[in-house]
């Protein structure tokens, strides 16, 4: 037998080798192998099957061994393989080994643990005798005698005090036998077993959910590829119809994929999405895939996958690999979640990734949103995807009203900017007082953006990137978000020695302190990363707030997403200019998911719920379009708008970043090139830049960037990249294709 092997060594040519007889029977399309390469021993996937057209077969080295015994890469997987390395412009084995996780890769063995169960029964007064004689081969005896499982060897011998040699003699007497058993690593296993999850009932399902299940039920029945866009408002019980759409297919007998966001992966929804998993369809297991598993037991559910032993996966962005069997669903949840978007080689997208997935088995993909990114609606405006809305919320709950506060004229009246409005405030100690609970967001943390000398204007960069530090006042320290550098924060202005130091713009800190200055008698605190580096220090929160022991929250977008409160009455999006006014196309995009998924935090409960909005540019579109929950008319705003200047959905953007330490040698390098392309691929991709990028220096690396814009992305690469082979590079450049990238730079 020849196989044509993919290695995972830089190569992009897939190289020839015999399989010896012995291992002939495991070897197949997708089986992961050791093949000997250079004198190395390398990893590869067999890419195919057959002896190589211009090469004697007698010459052909062995495979040495066949990693596991089903193939690694089964079906479907190296055909998107090869989709992504084409697409995302990044060498196959890179995508190859993003699509296994390392401990796969590595073949690590199982877990596994040696037990002591009781063997033959004692002979008439065979225990008596071995007390005298033997007294800890009596005790271990009579103590397997008594137990129904077999019992963890090392635990046993310890808590009896016997020693190896004494179990090995009592199994070489037959009274006991010792065996080895496989031992199953559970992510999130402490939060099932601890009590504090409820298996959620099934809901009754409105109407809207019903037809939503029904037209979804349909499109799988009638089998085959395609897609639907599930449009549900925030509340809408989108999960319920996902969980109907997942039994259907597994009554059917197909696989299924769940992706979701990975903040949105806490061992609270991964255990209530995995109860009702288990509870819809009995008999299957649920594995869970994210990056904070062990490498055992990312195996181990791999495994449980790739053996047919499960059939379905709930996972963050790299679950689109998963070696689902027969997969038939595919789910992305909140699609338009930036956090489907690696940002290293491959720089996949998730979303569109599992969209190719579903197209290459001929599956059926569904993709959820409160607020569908511009692209998926765009795709179920031209009828690519099949459009399922759901307008109303469970239990005819009403969308929170929302208030706008126009900070401009607040500032005028107080004689001062204050963090929290009037009417912010009023609304807060309200909630208190009715015993109800408040969110406060603001997507800072730290205390202030910076700091600002009144004399001169100075304001206090990080010297390794170009950015402004953040003031912490908990630790009175100045840090850079970018790099984590930090210094003391000065008492003097560090340029012209003035003591009038300003800390303008608000981050959580200092919203917290308002808050708890406010509200003197309530318990205020805070969510952020910051406030997040002890361990399980999050999940006590959650659990505290969800408790009522905790009256106001603070905390940065890290808590907007996919927590539900029934006794959260009152949200405040303390200053909505921040993710507004950033340079980029995606700007409003982003501002619009923003508000409306803060807006669906309140009023969760059977109690209305009321959104504040503090901005200083009220009239702006997307705050009047998101006030009034206005998806359709903020995307055909939106959509005009970026078909007008190219972007994307109108158009693919990619983003070509150039590093380096010496920032005139990158300018000049970057112009060359810019001058190249523009000469080859005149009419196939246009050109913008090159530039500096947003914030032109990172841990002193200097960057510029290049964008094109694109409507046949794959040819675009290509071209690209045979440019990029031509073009004589200088060795301490580092360049990167970014497509589809998420922001500009
Ligand atoms: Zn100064
Ligand atoms: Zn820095």
Redesign the pocket.
């Known amino acids: 037998m020849i196989v044509g092997v993919q290695t995972l060594a830089g190569f992009e040519k897939t190289l020839h080798y015999r399989v010896p007889e012995r291992l002939a029977p495991l070897a197949q399309t997708g089986s992961l192998v050791r093949v000997p390469l250079l004198n190395r021993t390398r990893l590869g996937v067999i890419a195919s099957i057959g002896a190589p057209a211009d090469f004697p077969v007698s010459r052909l080295k062995h495979v040495l061994e066949v990693v596991h015994p089903f193939p690694a890469m089964p079906g479907d997987l190296p055909e998107l393989a090869r989709w992504m390395s084409a697409y995302y412009a990044a060498p196959i084995d890179t995508v190859i080994e993003a699509m296994l996780p390392a401990s796969v890769r590595k073949g690590a063995r199982l877990k596994t643990e040696r037990t002591l169960r009781a063997g033959r029964p004692f002979l008439q007064g065979e225990l008596e005798r071995l007390e005298k004689r033997a007294p800890a081969q009596a005790r271990l005896a009579a103590f397997l005698a008594r137990q129904l499982v077999p019992q963890k060897k090392s635990l046993v011998l310890a808590r009896l005090g016997v020693s190896a040699a004494a179990a090995d003699a009592l199994v070489e007497k037959g009274l006991a036998v010792e065996e080895e058993r496989r031992v199953e690593r559970t992510a999130y296993a402490d939060a099932l077993a601890d009590g504090e999850l409820v298996a959620a009932q099934p809901h009754v399902l409105n109407e809207g959910q019903r037809a939503a299940v029904e037209a979804i039920r349909r499109r799988l029945a009638a089998g085959g590829f395609g897609v639907t866009l599930l449009h549900g408002v925030t509340g809408s019980g989108k999960t319920e119809v996902y969980l109907r759409a997942i039994q259907e297919t597994l009554e059917r007998g197909g696989g299924v994929i769940f992706l979701v966001p990975e903040v949105a992966l806490t061992p609270q929804t991964v255990g209530r999405l995995r109860a009702r998993l288990e509870a819809i369809a009995p008999g299957h297991r649920c594995v869970v895939w994210h990056s904070h598993l062990g490498e055992g037991e990312r195996l181990d559910g791999w495994r449980a996958l790739a053996s047919g032993e499960a059939k379905i996966v709930v996972g963050a962005r790299s679950a689109v690999f998963a070696p689902v069997s027969d997969l038939r669903l595919v789910v992305v949840d909140e699609e338009h979640e930036p956090a489907y978007k690696q940002d290293e080689t491959p720089r996949y997208n998730g979303r569109d990734v599992a969209v190719m997935r579903a197209k290459l088995r001929g599956a059926l993909c569904v993709l959820g949103s409160a607020t569908p990114s511009m692209e998926s609606h765009a795709n179920a405006l031209a009828g690519k995807y099949a459009l399922v809305e759901l307008r109303e919320r469970i239990d005819n709950r009403r969308l929170p009203l929302i208030h706008v506060v126009d900070m401009r004229v607040e500032a005028a009246r107080q004689r001062t900017l204050p963090v929290l409005s009037g009417d912010l405030a009023r609304a807060m100690r309200e909630r208190f007082e009715k015993k109800e609970q408040t969110i406060l967001f603001i997507n800072r943390r730290g205390y202030s953006s910076s700091m600002l000398c009144r004399k001169c204007g100075h304001t206090e960069e ?1 010297p ?2 170009s ?1 402004k530090m953040t003031y912490h006042r908990t630790d009175e320290t100045l840090r ?1 978000h ?4 930090q210094r003391g924060a000065p008492l003097r202005c560090p340029k012209c020695g003035s003591p009038e130091i300003r800390w303008p713009g608000l981050g959580t800190q200092r919203v917290e302190e308002a808050a708890a200055r406010l509200l003197r008698d309530a318990r205020v605190e805070r969510i952020d990363t910051d406030a997040m580096a002890r361990k399980n220090r999050l999940r006590e929160l959650l659990a505290e707030f969800r408790a009522g022991k905790i009256d106001v929250l603070v905390g940065t977008q890290m808590i907007a997403k996919g927590l539900d409160f029934p006794n959260v009455t009152l949200v405040g999006l303390v200053d909505a200019d921040i993710s507004m006014h950033v340079p980029d196309f995606r700007a409003r995009e982003r501002t619009f998911q923003l508000l409306v998924q803060v807006a669906g935090r309140a009023g969760r409960g059977d109690r209305a719920g009321e959104v504040v909005v503090q901005t200083f540019t009220p009239s702006e579109e997307v705050i009047q379009f998101s006030r009034h929950a206005d998806f359709a008319g903020f995307a055909a705003s939106e959509l005009e708008w970026r078909r007008r200047f190219g972007y994307p959905p109108q158009r693919h953007l990619i983003l070509h970043a150039f590093r380096g330490k010496n920032p005139d040698k990158l300018a000049f390098f970057a112009e060359q090139w810019a001058r190249l392309v523009e000469r080859e691929l005149a009419g196939r991709v246009e050109l913008r830049g090159p530039v500096e990028a947003p914030i032109a220096k ?2 002193d690396t200097y960057r510029w960037q290049l964008w094109y814009f694109t409507n046949t992305v794959t040819r675009a690469v290509a071209e690209l990249n045979a440019l990029r082979a031509r073009f004589q590079w200088p060795d301490d450049v580092i360049q990167t294709l970014d497509v589809d990238a998420m922001s500009l730079g």
Do not use: D, K, V, Y
């Open positions: 990080c390794h990137c950015l850079c970018l790099c984590g550098h990172i841990e």
